[in-house]
């Protein structure tokens, strides 16, 4: 998906592409949440750190307008950016649009699978780079088994989530 953004200076006019810049898991954020870090786990790991300004459009899947101030770390979202972007890693760049993606209920849990991803990272914040790289309701034993990892898998820790009560806890 492309959008193209019309911008004018009173004489001139250029376009610009959006695109995605990355989707994934908010793993940090800056105390003034002008920063974010969103990473993504898989066959090729991609982390960016996004600056959102009071010109970032927040909207939630169902096109709703959020704030700034929603932005939680283990919200899923899509970073769609104006192309221009660092590659450093974590990569960086200006937030043209940010999706935040709602959690649909799992049946057996209390919590929401953000939730259980919320309590995994606060577990496991001695980890520099946080990745997400596996996350599942084990409904039999009535919890989230969720695994954190650094971004060369160096460093992998699994924990438990207890989907009634919230706690969670490492597996050796």
Known sequence: MIIMLSLGNGCTTETEKVILGIEGYITLKSDDVHTILVTKAGTTDDAMNVSVSKDTTILNSNGSVMKIEDLKIAQWVEVWV???INTSFPSRAFANKIVVYDDSPVEGSNITKTQ???KALSLT???PIQFVSGIEFMKSEGHWKVTIRNNDAKIKKEVIINGRT???KLID
């Open 82 to 84: 104006n192309g221009n």
């Open 125 to 127: 914040t001695d980890i």
């Open 166 to 168: 919230g706690e969670g």
């Open 116 to 118: 259980a991803v919320e």
